[in-house]
């Protein structure tokens, strides 16, 4: 497994990791609320610089979406998890920002707060609603130094 950057081709691939990564871990979202953010995650894939991690096959099996140090959006596809995946995304993320990352988890998602917090992330703060206003809390979590 390696990190490299997403081209065109690895979009199909990134949206079907969303898909099967909502449906493992997002149980909690409506389905009108599933429909709506799936067409605007299918609008910003193709537009957005996409941080892979490539088999040995060079096919997709997670991905990631950086904004200097915020990390926006860290799915793999449920069939990897537990593989260290996520764990090589952000390195990579960290390396790339030059230090500490930070990064907005759903409190509701079954694994998304337990995987930050294992590798070291420290909660700063919540929202009662996502940043599209919907009602689902989001923890922010940073990295210490």
Do not use: C
Request: glycine fraction near 8%.
């Amino acid at each position: 497994m390696r990190v490299r950057a997403g081209t065109p081709a690895d979009v199909d691939r990134a949206l079907a990791i969303w898909r099967a990564a909502v449906d493992a871990t997002h149980g909690f979202l409506s389905a009108a609320d599933r429909a709506a953010i799936e067409a605007e995650v299918a609008g910003f894939l193709p537009l957005v610089p996409l941080a892979i991690v490539a088999d040995d096959n060079d096919l997709a099996q997670a991905f990631m979406i950086q904004d200097n140090d915020m990390v926006e959006a860290l799915f793999v596809d449920p069939a990897m998890h537990g593989k260290g995946l996520g764990s090589l995304l952000l390195a990579h993320a960290r390396q790339q920002a030059g230090g500490p990352l930070r990064v907005d988890a759903n409190l509701q998602a079954d694994n998304a707060l337990p995987f930050y917090e294992v590798r070291g992330f420290v909660e700063t703060g919540r929202s009662d609603r996502d940043g599209q206003v919907r009602p689902y809390a989001i923890v922010h979590l940073r990295q210490p130094s």
